[in-house]
């Protein structure tokens, strides 16, 4: 199976992306009508567009971009792949996740609340002060290794989600939709004094 063609150092408008090819130091311009992107890679390339609204990306993999205070609300990002990334205060309110993978990841308040998320493992990712509330969970839902520092789980039923390697200070839920939820027994004395409970030996 030959190797998928590789575009470097070009200037390529985002309506202009070829399925199966990796784009690396590009700048994407702007998009002149609806954005679906399928099986590109992007690797530390520069968009001017900054408005992604009702997008729709598949089988994409993100290397190393920027997209920070970016809008994507009411996207849809199905098998895709962030590494490296920046969504400081990236809008993904209303948006679809369908089998998402992010690694090392910067990514504070950042914003999916009522998201439809259906499996996504995030993995060595800073997300303080993130917001994923009133989030349709589905499927597999792990946070490996990642700062939740005031994260606002509010609204959000939490059943099954694993938090168990990440930090929780200040976390933010309803505890009556906390059920199912996996914590460490070194997490469990931080949560339950957000409860106002003193434990004693």
Not at 20 to 26: A, I, L, N, Q, V
Not at 93 to 101: A, E, F, H, P
């Given at each position: 199976?030959?190797?998928?063609?590789?575009?470097?150092?070009?200037?390529?408008?985002?309506?202009?992306?070829?399925?199966?090819?990796?784009?690396?130091?590009?700048?994407?311009?702007?998009?002149?009508?609806?954005?679906?992107?399928?099986?590109?890679?992007?690797?530390?390339?520069?968009?001017?567009?900054?408005?992604?609204?009702?997008s729709a990306w598949l089988d994409c993999t993100f290397i190393g971009i920027d997209w920070s205070n970016c809008q994507f609300d009411g996207s849809y990002f199905t098998d895709c792949v962030f590494q490296d990334a920046k969504l400081l205060g990236a809008d993904m309110?209303?948006?679809?996740?369908?089998?998402?993978?992010m690694t090392d990841c910067l990514a504070n308040y950042v914003n999916f609340s009522e998201s439809i998320i259906k499996s996504i493992t995030v993995q060595d990712c800073q997300l303080v002060e993130s917001y994923w509330t009133a989030i349709?969970?589905?499927?597999?839902?792990?946070?490996?290794?990642?700062?939740?520092?005031?994260?606002?789980?509010?609204?959000?039923?939490?059943?099954?989600?694993?938090?168990?390697?990440?930090?929780?200070?200040?976390?933010?839920?309803?505890?009556?939709?906390?059920?199912?939820?996996?914590?460490?027994p070194d997490q469990a004395p931080n949560l339950v004094a957000m409860l106002g409970i003193n434990v004693v030996s």
């Open positions: 199976m030959a190797d998928n063609p590789i575009v470097a150092d070009q200037t390529i408008s985002l309506d202009d992306l070829a399925e199966g090819t990796t784009y690396r130091h590009c700048t994407i311009d702007y998009s002149n009508q609806e954005i679906n992107v399928q099986r590109v890679t992007l690797d530390n390339c520069t968009f001017r567009q900054h408005d992604f609204s009702k309110y209303r948006c679809g996740l369908i089998n998402l993978k349709k969970f589905t499927r597999k839902i792990s946070f490996h290794g990642c700062d939740l520092t005031r994260a606002d789980f509010g609204e959000t039923k939490l059943k099954s989600v694993d938090f168990t390697s990440s930090e929780l200070s200040g976390l933010r839920f309803d505890w009556h939709l906390a059920y199912g939820m996996k914590i460490s």
